[in-house]
């Protein structure tokens, strides 16, 4: 017997998780971010995943996992994933491999993005409702680095990206965190990114144009990671910057971290001392130099898996002086 159609569950239900930076219109969630995952608890036999896919010009990546089980990759270019299983409990993880970098991501009509429109469920099947992310609230704002471009190889579309792989995702899966990792290939503190993206300091606050990025609890930590792709950085640049993230976050530890190739580190470093000095103790300055090579990386920028493996173990380390014990 096939699929015989039960409940619909909307995207915003309490009994999907979404985690990432995830816009919300009437009947969906937006994410235009790599790293950004939805999770749920069903117990039966059967489930459709549905998204909106019209319009969209380059189809995004998903892993897709059932039980914990190897991911499956789907090329998301139909409206509808069906998922099967044995009778019985079952939990879904779903992850953002790659939205890709060289499509509008940042105007609507998206060329490409994920556009999740909700769950309709088997007859038999019926949705739990699963606890929230517990552990530390951790945000990542950076670039192509950030978003997981050409960790898998040196194919330059989603081919290559993997945002699960970055070390963004990576450290915050090591430290039980809940994590929003944003990051937009090209983008610099004052460049703009790829696919209509706007400068870092510019997007900060944004899910997407026209949806502001609302928060209901503050992070522990944001972790900064921006400047390589900016010709020239002033630390006053860079310093605009920092104070946009804490008029956003004001009671919020910020990690500044350099860029891994050292480009702009002095500027950096001597935003975040002016912010020091200036009476905030709560910015941290990280220098990143050594903790990867070019050997480490796929095409001498970006870090390769093991690569990013590298900087989420030292990541890792440093970011537990700056969360509760």
């Known amino acids: 017997m096939g699929f015989v ?13 979404l985690e990432g930076q995830w816009g919300h219109q009437p009947g969906l969630a937006i994410t235009v971010n790599s790293g950004s995952r939805i999770s749920f608890t069903f117990n039966g036999t059967s489930v459709q995943v549905l998204f909106d896919v019209a319009g969209l010009v380059t189809a995004p990546h998903l892993w897709v996992s059932v039980d914990d089980g190897e991911p499956v990759l789907y090329v998301v270019e139909q409206p509808v994933i069906e998922l099967t299983a044995e009778a019985g409990v079952h939990k879904v993880e779903i992850v953002v491999k790659d939205v890709n970098e060289h499509a509008n991501r940042w105007n609507p009509p998206f060329g490409c993005a994920v556009v999740f429109a909700g769950l309709v469920l088997d007859a038999g099947t019926r949705l739990r409702l699963s606890g929230r992310p517990g552990g530390p609230r951790l945000e990542f704002y950076g670039d192509s680095i950030t978003q997981g471009v050409r ?27 809940s994590a929003y990792q944003v990051g937009f290939g090209s983008q610099g503190i004052i460049k703009p990114g790829n696919g209509e993206v706007p400068s870092g300091t510019e997007s900060f606050g944004w899910n997407f144009a026209g949806s502001p990025a609302e928060r209901v ?109």
């Open 151 to 177: 960790a898998l190889s040196t194919h330059s579309e989603s081919e290559g990206a993997d945002g699960s792989k970055s070390y963004a995702y990576l450290t915050a899966r090591a430290l039980g965190a």
């Open 5 to 17: 159609a039960g409940e619909v569950v909307a995207p915003g239900d309490p009994r999907v998780v």
């Open 217 to 325: 609890e503050q992070p522990d930590v944001v972790v900064l990671n921006l400047g390589v792709n900016d010709a020239t950085l002033t630390a006053a640049q860079y310093g605009e910057y920092l104070m946009r993230v804490r008029a956003e976050y004001p009671g919020t530890k910020i990690v500044a971290l350099s860029p891994f190739s050292g480009k702009h580190a002095d500027e950096i470093e001597a935003a975040v001392k002016v912010a020091n000095a200036a009476g905030d103790p709560a910015i941290r300055y990280v220098g990143t130099d050594g903790w990867i090579t070019k050997d480490d990386c796929t095409d001498d920028v970006h870090p390769t898996v093991d690569g990013h493996a590298k900087i989420a173990t030292r990541l890792t380390e440093e970011l537990k002086l700056d969360l509760p014990s």
